[in-house]
Each structure stands twice: as structure tokens, then as C-alpha cells.
């Protein structure tokens, strides 16, 4: 029923927005970052990105948690249960629904944008469809979920060039400006630590899982020294 896809929609929106909330954040950076600042245009565009990078970013963690409920019995009982209870068609069909909405709205803002959003919810898929589950493959995960964020900073970057809202600069029209490169490399250098600590932190599920992370498959002295490398 609506009504029950509503409450899914609302608790996820709940629990999960606290992890997802940088993606719009860094997608409206790169947005800005080039626009020209046509206050009322750029403020349409910016905010119909900055919920497409949301919904990317939330069915994404959604889908996840549908995947994971085995080991987050483990590591996050609580939402496990919580996972559990909801119907399973109901998760798949607001995955369906989310990923499509953002397919949509920036189909709508420009090619570029639609474009890194279908990238984007391909990867996501194949990070947690159990047929392919990347992120049970060393070094996969962490590389996958990097891109990700990455990909998600350069949405705002593109949603500017399709749009014709960018400042003029030396590069070509259809493509980024070094500084936009510079933002989502920096936004995936920060999530491929950030996954690396949910790592640690999910180390006792993971290894019931048989996942091959980098605690794991490296160990801790070692993973420690590849975050404070990159």
C-alpha cells in the first residue's frame, strides 16, 4: 500500500539521513563552485541537483541495508530488526522508486548529470546485488564506495555545464573545470577513509560475513597506515 511505502520512505529518511547528508552538501559545492551565481536560476538548478544527489545517496544506503540484514544483526542489531520488519517487496519497490525519481530530475537538469547518475546507480547496484557484491571484495568495496562520493561531487559540477550556468574558463564547455575535478577527488579521498573506519568498526560482522575488507584482508596496524597515507 502507499501508505505503508510512506513509513518505509519516512524511517529511512530518519535513520539514514545523518550519512547522507554530505552528498548534497559536496553535489551544491561543485555546483557553485563554477556557477556564474544567477541567483534565481542557479537556486532551481542547485536545489534539483542537491535532492537528486539525496535520493541517489539514500536508496543507495537503503538498498544496503536490504542486502545486509544478516550482518547488521551483528553489527547493527537494532536496524536489523528494524530492516526486518519492513516488507521486502515495499524496500525493493522504494529502491525502484528513489533511484528512478533522481534518473528523472536530472535527466530533466541536463545529459551530463543524467548521465553520472546512471553511472552512479549502476555502481550502487552492483555494490550490494548479492549476485556481484562488490563490497564483499577486497579492495572493491572501499574503491566503489569512493567513486561513489566522487561522482555525486561532480553532479553538481555537470548540472552547471548542462545548464549553461558555469563561468567561461579556459577548458571546453563540456568539460569540468580543474577545480571541480580537485572537489570530488577530495570528497572520495574523504569517503575512502570514512568507509575504511566503518570497516574497523564492522569488523566482527564482516569476518562472519567471510567479507575481505581492509582490517581483514591487511590487518590493523596496516590499515591504519594506509588512512594515514592517503
Do not use: W
Not at 534539483?48 to 544483526?73: E, F, K, M
Amino acid at each position: 500500500q502507499f501508505s505503508d511505502l510512506i513509513q518505509i520512505f519516512v524511517y529511512y529518511v530518519k535513520a539514514r539521513t545523518p550519512p547522507v547528508y554530505c552528498f548534497p552538501i559536496a553535489t551544491i559545492l561543485s555546483f557553485l563552485l563554477i556557477s556564474k551565481m544567477h541567483i534565481l536560476e542557479d537556486a532551481v538548478v542547485a536545489s534539483s541537483i542537491g535532492i537528486t544527489s539525496y535520493l541517489l545517496g539514500l536508496a543507495t544506503y537503503v538498498y544496503n541495508d536490504l542486502t545486509d540484514i544478516n550482518v547488521d544483526q551483528i553489527n547493527r542489531k537494532e536496524q536489523s530488526i528494524i530492516t526486518q520488519n519492513q516488507s521486502r517487496r515495499g524496500l525493493i519497490i522504494l529502491v525502484s522508486f528513489l533511484f528512478t525519481l533522481a534518473a528523472t530530475i536530472s535527466y530533466v537538469i541536463s545529459p551530463y548529470a543524467f548521465l553520472i547518475s546512471i553511472i552512479f546507480i549502476i555502481l550502487g547496484i552492483f555494490y550490494s546485488h548479492p549476485k556481484f557484491s562488490l563490497k564483499s571484495k577486497f579492495p572493491l568495496k572501499t574503491i566503489v564506495t569512493a567513486t561513489g562520493a566522487g561522482l555525486l561531487s561532480l553532479l553538481g559540477g555537470a548540472a552547471a555545464i548542462g545548464n549553461g550556468l558555469e563561468y567561461s574558463t579556459m577548458f571546453n564547455s563540456t568539460i569540468l573545470p580543474l577545480s571541480t575535478i580537485y572537489l570530488a577527488i577530495s570528497f572520495s579521498i574523504f569517503y575512502f577513509i570514512q568507509s575504511i573506519m566503518g570497516d574497523i568498526a564492522d569488523i566482527i560482522g564482516d569476518r562472519a560475513a567471510g567479507r575481505n575488507t581492509f582490517p581483514l584482508v591487511l590487518g590493523m596496524n596496516r590499515t591504519l597506515a594506509v588512512m594515514l597515507s592517503v
